[in-house]
């Protein structure tokens, strides 16, 4: 009989809504039912989605920044394809794999102040590594971080998540504590008690792109220097090139001791997620063969995923990503910003690079209050679901609210967009702002269409 994957997507065409509503998360297809977002993709292309129809969609989204090169980027398939061609031996475990070796020392290399790696599978991963290897060097129990922060869904890493709608159902956790983004009073204070093993941040907020006031994280730094703990930057999502440089905490001066890495390390292709660190707290943690497997992962250094990364840090360098970024980014943020005086629900634009976030907020004129009101009355972040759903389904462009009672968009799209795609964002977007600000018509219209969706959802 055998397998043969084209006959099986062939014969189960249309069924995955189905199948994930029956046997897996119950509330996955509902919910993407509801919004309008049960779209069947079956082809992906650089920063587009392809439909079963044919239509193609503008990834403004990118599987939430794993796909920073774009999806099937010709040369990571390549790579991949070249990988499984040689018939590697992969994950013997009693050994030292060349590739991983080799990834370690290029990332290094483009992180200033990091000497060793160790490679797991995903972000959250990384985040649990550096949480463990914080505690075992210092110590020390507590690990502090900033509210609204977002580190990751595993035990470890959702103690240090900032967002209660995650942690709740979860508790007891870690010991740590929630200091506010950007109060180096409450930072200072928390530290004072001399329980603290890190502080851990991220250099931009990935939820609600919230950037942290000048001067803030230097300081931060040497407060955490002063009372003997360590700095974690999760640059899970600004890292490699999104906001315009390699490491988001390049830009601010900084050098942690630990940095955690994924997404667009994985090339959209393969999980990888890598924890950054300086040589002692490596040797404090592996400080003997007794304690050589003490944090280990059977998947962590798998050949296809070192090879995945080893392409990614490629391209993005062949193809001078980083700069596009910043090029790109300041193209994309210009262009919303001056939105901004001629839509009065459009309060803010900010980020770095290409990693933006819209933010919206309460109409002034009174025939635009009703619409806000009553959107505001059902639920806080559903103007910008409106916004979201209104750029989908009129100009195919996918883009996510930025969190959970937020009324904020962030767009995150592949390194590689060029001037088309922003200008093809931008119109379509400034179309979206255009109509909401006519009247109560297209808010009241969203509303019912809501209501609507969810009953039948």
């Known amino acids: 009989m055998g397998f043969d994957l084209a006959d099986l997507l062939a014969a189960r065409r249309g069924e995955g809504y189905g199948l994930h509503a029956e046997y897996g998360n119950p509330q996955l297809a509902r919910m993407l039912r509801t919004i309008g977002f049960d779209t069947v993709y079956e082809q992906a292309e650089g920063a587009f989605l392809i439909g079963a129809d044919g239509q193609r969609y503008l990834d403004f989204l990118s599987g939430f920044g794993v796909f920073g090169l774009g999806r099937n980027h010709p040369v990571i398939r390549q790579a991949l394809h070249q990988y499984l061609d040689a018939q590697y031996a992969d994950l013997v475990q009693f050994d030292c794999a060349l590739l991983a070796g080799v990834l370690a020392e290029q990332l290094v290399s483009k992180a200033p102040g990091m000497e060793r790696a160790y490679f797991g599978n995903s972000g959250t991963e990384a985040v649990e590594t550096a949480l463990k290897f914080a505690r075992c060097a210092t110590g020390k129990p507590r690990v502090l971080y900033a509210d609204h922060a977002f580190h990751g869904l595993t035990a470890g890493s959702l103690s240090a998540n900032g967002a209660k709608e995650f942690r709740d159902g979860f508790g007891p956790l870690l010991p740590g504590g929630a200091v506010e983004f950007g109060d180096l009073a409450a930072l200072e204070a928390e530290l004072r008690k001399g329980d603290v093993a890190a502080f ?35 640059e899970v999502q600004t890292g490699l090139g999104r906001t315009g440089t390699f490491f988001a905490y390049e830009s601010e001066g900084l050098e942690p001791d630990l940095v955690t890495v994924a997404k667009t390390l994985s090339g959209g292709f393969v999980p990888v997620g890598a924890t950054l660190g300086k040589d002692w707290i490596f040797q404090k943690v592996y400080s003997s063969m007794d304690r050589v497997l003490v944090h280990d992962s059977t998947f962590g250094s798998t050949a296809m995923a070192m090879t995945a990364a080893l392409a990614t840090l490629s391209v993005l360098e062949d193809e001078e ?51 806000w009101s009553m959107l505001q009355a059902a639920r806080k972040g559903l103007f910008s679901q409106m916004i979201v759903m209104s750029l989908y389904r009129r100009h195919r462009i996918l883009t996510q609210v930025s969190g959970d009672f937020l009324e904020v968009v962030k767009l995150l799209p592949p390194l590689t967009i060029g001037e088309r795609e922003v200008e093809q964002f931008l119109a379509a977007f400034e179309d979206v702002m255009r109509d909401a600000h006519k009247g109560t018509g297209m808010m009241w219209d969203f509303g019912k269409t809501l209501m609507k969706q969810a009953r039948s959802a």
Do not use: W
Request: aromatic share 4%.
């Open 200 to 234: 851990i941040v991220e250099p931009i907020q990935g939820k609600g792109v919230f950037l942290p006031p000048p001067g803030y994280l230097a300081q931060a730094q040497a407060l955490v220097r002063k009372h003997k703990a360590l700095l974690i930057c999760d």
């Open 321 to 371: 990503l980083t700069a596009n970024a910043a090029r790109a980014g300041g193209q994309l943020t210009a262009g919303l910003q001056d939105m901004v005086g001629r839509y009065e629900m459009l309060a803010d634009v900010r980020g770095r690079g290409l990693m933006i976030g819209i933010e919206f907020g309460k109409a002034s004129s009174l025939r635009l209050k009703a619409g």
